[in-house]
Each structure stands twice: as structure tokens, then as C-alpha cells.
């Protein structure tokens, strides 16, 4: 459902960071499948700088906020962005935007949102609130130019030892331009939710896509049971990397180590979260991916890697992943830590390719989800890349 098409693009941004430059990626050793000393893929070199959205900024009836997912159409420039609010405010949905970059200088202008669109199930009614059955929660999605239509994860939810809600399937879907439902994508066995210690654990699932030349990538966020517990400060993790033909043919699967956590939390023993939320293609082998940690007491760290599946194992019929032994895991290698670029760091969950500029740079932009909280910002980061 289309709304607020007559309303005025007055949701603006308000904070702009000076540019800086960055260096080539440091080594860093702290997990396993990475590679050591300067890489010659790619590389940031100018910020570009940043912008906010307004907390709770109102667009077309609806509340703006929870961006876990931007992309852009490049054929006419317009943004789409998937809120992650499960009905707090209003129904799954996306907007769409412009994120105006001057082609000449780089300088980021702004960011404005100019529609939204309500997500619609196979029955073409909106999906149910959090903690009922068929809730969704959307976490990525992705233009396809080809087909004009959109690709939206949707992490889904299941109980654990501290929610106990409706089992709600985790899925990657098709949509189209207005939001009505066109389709899903064929998981595999080993993705499915279930109510018991196996399987993807709830919040941990379906979190990043990507759609290439030839293929659709999907990520979730962290290990399942099978494959391991989450994060600590002293072992990373191992999560999982779903690929498809862009026909939908499900095709292989590669693991993915994840760091261990940066620091410890505060006090000792806090809450800590940590994970890949974003991952964004490159080519069919190569991508981009964040992985963000929430640490009690101490905030948001953030890091991009650009990783390559090439000479990694298919471990689509592997139950376990546990071990670490037995299987190659893609290799990864430090782009840059995003903390260095904006103070505080923000929840960064969404990633996507923008224009390219006269100097033969790309850009990227990155943003966050304020997970609607005044403690935390709707930001946008731009940077201007190179490298092959």
C-alpha cells in the first residue's frame, strides 16, 4: 500500500561530519579465515561524510525509524529502506528516499524519505505485530533492476529461555514495488526456526542479502546451535552464507567466521551481541560485510570486511560446523573499523552501493537503525571507495 505520495519531503538531514581519509586495511588478528598484511581489493579513500534523520520522524501516516536495510535503484536513483518495527508503530514496511551526492566533489547533500510502502503477505493483508503467529521482522533489502521488484529478508522469530513467542517462519522474499507479496526464495533445511536447541537461534537469523550478476546471497547474523555458540572475548564464531542462481535455485552454502567480541562488557558478564548485519556484493564472488557488536556499557562497535567465497568449502550438507575442522571458511580481510568515522557509533545495518563519481570513485553508504530509541540516531554514512 502506497502512502504519502502527496506528503512533502521534509524529512531532512541535520548532521554533517568533515571528510577524512582513510588508510589501507590494517591486519588485524582476532578470528580465523582472514587474510594478513595490505590486500589489493577494495579500499575507502575519502568520507564523505554524515546525515540524520530527526527521531520518530513522521512520513505519510506512518513513524520513520528501525532502518536495517537501504539500496539503490541505479537506473534512477531512488533509495529503498526496510524498517525492522514490528508493528510498535506500524506495519512491516519500506520507504523509499534520495540520498543526493554531488558527482563532481563527493559532498554528501542529503538524505530525504519520499514514499512507503506496507509489506504484504501471500494473502495480500499486512503481516501480524510482534509475538503473534506470521509476524514478521524485516532486516535487508534489495533492488532487482532486472525484474523491478524488491528482495526482503525477514528474520522471523521463535521462543527461547527468555521470550516465549509463536514459532514465525524466517524467510526471503519477493515484493513488488508497492509491497504485495511476489514470491519467496527455497531455504535450506538447515535455516529453518524450530522450538527447540537447534536450528537458527531467535535473533540471530536471516540479516543480510545481497543480489550479484549471477547470484542472490543471503547471511544470518549468527551461528546456529549446530554450529556453535555466539561470540565471547575469547573465540569468534562460525555463521553461514546461503547462495542462489538469481533464478532462485538454491546452490551452496559457505561458512563465515566472525570475530570474537572487541572488548569485554561492563560490568563483566553484561549483555553482548555481536554478529554480521549487512552484506553487500561486489561481484558473484566477492562482498562486503559488517559486523556489528552491541556491548553493555561500553556501545557499538563496527567493522567492515570485504570477503571472497573462492577456494572456500560448500558446507550445505554439513549438520555441524562446531568442530572448525574439516571445511575452509571464506576468506576475509579488514576494509576499515567505521567507529573512526562517527562518534557515537551507531547501530550500522544497512549498506548499499550509490553513484559513481567524476573522480572514477564509487560510493557507499551506510546507516543505522536508532532501534526507535532517543539514546540512539537514523544516520547515514558516505564514503567514496576504490579498488577492483
Same mark, same amino acid.
Given at each position: 500500500?502506497?502512502?504519502?505520495?502527496?506528503?512533502?519531503? #521534509?524529512?531532512?538531514?541535520?548532521?554533517?561530519?568533515? @571528510?577524512?581519509?582513510?588508510?589501507?586495511?590494517?591486519?588485524?588478528?582476532?578470528?580465523?579465515?582472514?587474510?594478513?598484511?595490505?590486500?589489493?581489493?577494495?579500499? +575507502?579513500?575519502?568520507?564523505?561524510?554524515?546525515?540524520?534523520?530527526?527521531?520518530?520522524?513522521?512520513?505519510?501516516?506512518?513513524?520513520?525509524?528501525?532502518?536495517? $536495510?537501504?539500496?539503490?535503484?541505479?537506473?534512477?536513483?531512488?533509495?529503498?529502506?526496510?524498517?525492522?518495527?514490528?508493528?510498535?508503530?506500524?506495519?512491516?514496511?519500506?520507504?523509499?528516499?534520495?540520498?543526493?551526492?554531488?558527482?563532481?566533489?563527493?559532498?554528501?547533500?542529503?538524505?530525504? +524519505?519520499?514514499? !512507503?510502502?506496507?509489506?504484504?503477505?501471500?494473502?495480500?493483508?499486512?503481516?501480524?505485530?510482534?509475538?503473534?503467529?506470521?509476524?514478521?521482522?524485516?532486516?535487508? +533489502?534489495?533492488?532487482?533492476?532486472?525484474?523491478?521488484?524488491?528482495?526482503? $529478508?525477514?528474520?522471523?522469530?521463535?521462543?527461547?529461555?527468555?521470550?516465549?513467542?509463536?514459532?514465525?517462519?524466517?524467510? =526471503?522474499?519477493?515484493?513488488?514495488?508497492? $509491497?504485495?507479496?511476489?514470491?519467496?526464495?527455497?531455504?535450506?533445511?538447515?535455516?529453518?526456526?524450530?522450538?527447540?536447541?537447534?536450528?537458527?537461534?531467535?535473533?540471530?537469523?536471516?540479516?543480510?542479502? #545481497?543480489?550479484?550478476?549471477?547470484?542472490?546471497? /543471503?547471511? =544470518?547474523?549468527?551461528?546456529?546451535? *549446530?554450529? $556453535?555458540?555466539?561470540?565471547?572475548?575469547?573465540?569468534?564464531?562460525?555463521?553461514?552464507?546461503? !547462495?542462489?542462481?538469481?533464478? /532462485?535455485?538454491?546452490?551452496?552454502?559457505?561458512?563465515?567466521? =566472525?570475530?570474537?567480541?572487541?572488548?569485554?562488557?561492563?560490568? @563483566?558478564?553484561?549483555?553482548?551481541?555481536?554478529?554480521?548485519?549487512?552484506?553487500?556484493?561486489?561481484?558473484?564472488?566477492?562482498?562486503?560485510?559488517?559486523?556489528?557488536?552491541?556491548?553493555?556499557?561500553?556501545?557499538?562497535?563496527?567493522?567492515?570486511? *570485504?570477503?571472497?567465497?573462492?577456494?572456500?568449502?560448500?558446507?550445505?550438507?554439513?549438520?555441524?560446523?562446531?568442530?572448525?575442522?574439516?571445511?575452509?571458511?571464506?576468506?576475509?580481510?579488514? =576494509?576499515?573499523?567505521?567507529?573512526?568515522?562517527?562518534?557515537? %557509533?551507531?547501530?550500522?545495518?544497512?549498506?548499499?552501493?550509490?553513484?559513481?563519481?567524476?573522480?572514477?570513485?564509487? %560510493?557507499?553508504?551506510?546507516?543505522?537503525?536508532?532501534?526507535?530509541?532517543?539514546?540512539? @540516531?537514523?544516520?547515514?554514512?558516505?564514503? @567514496?571507495?576504490?579498488?577492483?
Amino acid at each position: 500500500m502506497l502512502r504519502g505520495a502527496a506528503a512533502t519531503a #521534509a524529512v531532512l538531514a541535520a548532521v554533517t561530519v568533515p @571528510a577524512v581519509m582513510d588508510g589501507p586495511a590494517r591486519a588485524d588478528a582476532r578470528a580465523g579465515g582472514r587474510t594478513a598484511g595490505a590486500h589489493p581489493g577494495l579500499r +575507502i579513500t575519502r568520507f564523505l561524510g554524515a546525515k540524520r534523520l530527526p527521531h520518530l520522524a513522521k512520513f505519510g501516516g506512518t513513524t520513520v525509524g528501525g532502518l536495517s $536495510g537501504i539500496d539503490r535503484d541505479p537506473r534512477t536513483g531512488d533509495w529503498y529502506m526496510i524498517s525492522d518495527d514490528r508493528w510498535r508503530y506500524d506495519p512491516a514496511r519500506f520507504y523509499t528516499g534520495r540520498v543526493a551526492i554531488d558527482p563532481r566533489t563527493g559532498r554528501f547533500e542529503s538524505v530525504k +524519505i519520499t514514499g !512507503v510502502r506496507t509489506l504484504t503477505g501471500p494473502d495480500g493483508s499486512p503481516y501480524p505485530g510482534f509475538g503473534k503467529p506470521r509476524s514478521a521482522d524485516p532486516e535487508s +533489502i534489495r533492488y532487482d533492476p532486472d525484474a523491478h521488484r524488491v528482495l526482503w $529478508g525477514n528474520e522471523g522469530d521463535r521462543p527461547d529461555e527468555t521470550h516465549q513467542v509463536p514459532l514465525a517462519p524466517m524467510t =526471503v522474499q519477493w515484493a513488488d514495488r508497492d $509491497g504485495r507479496y511476489r514470491g519467496r526464495l527455497p531455504l535450506p533445511g538447515n535455516l529453518r526456526l524450530t522450538t527447540g536447541h537447534h536450528g537458527p537461534r531467535r535473533n540471530l537469523g536471516m540479516e543480510a542479502l #545481497a543480489i550479484a550478476p549471477h547470484t542472490i546471497a /543471503g547471511m =544470518v547474523e549468527g551461528p546456529r546451535y *549446530e554450529d $556453535g555458540p555466539p561470540p565471547t572475548v575469547r573465540q569468534g564464531a562460525v555463521t553461514r552464507l546461503t !547462495v542462489w542462481s538469481r533464478q /532462485g535455485k538454491l546452490r551452496a552454502q559457505y561458512a563465515y567466521r =566472525v570475530d570474537r567480541l572487541p572488548v569485554a562488557p561492563a560490568p @563483566a558478564g553484561g549483555v553482548a551481541d555481536s554478529g554480521v548485519s549487512e552484506i553487500l556484493a561486489i561481484d558473484d564472488h566477492r562482498y562486503l560485510a559488517l559486523e556489528r557488536s552491541w556491548l553493555q556499557g561500553v556501545g557499538y562497535k563496527v567493522e567492515l570486511y *570485504e570477503f571472497d567465497t573462492r577456494g572456500a568449502t560448500n558446507v550445505l550438507g554439513r549438520g555441524s560446523l562446531a568442530k572448525g575442522r574439516g571445511y575452509r571458511p571464506v576468506r576475509k580481510h579488514l =576494509v576499515a573499523d567505521l567507529g573512526r568515522y562517527a562518534s557515537p %557509533t551507531q547501530n550500522l545495518e544497512g549498506m548499499g552501493w550509490g553513484p559513481k563519481l567524476r573522480s572514477g570513485e564509487r %560510493t557507499l553508504v551506510v546507516c543505522s537503525d536508532d532501534n526507535f530509541d532517543a539514546q540512539e @540516531a537514523t544516520e547515514f554514512l558516505a564514503f @567514496a571507495v576504490r579498488g577492483r
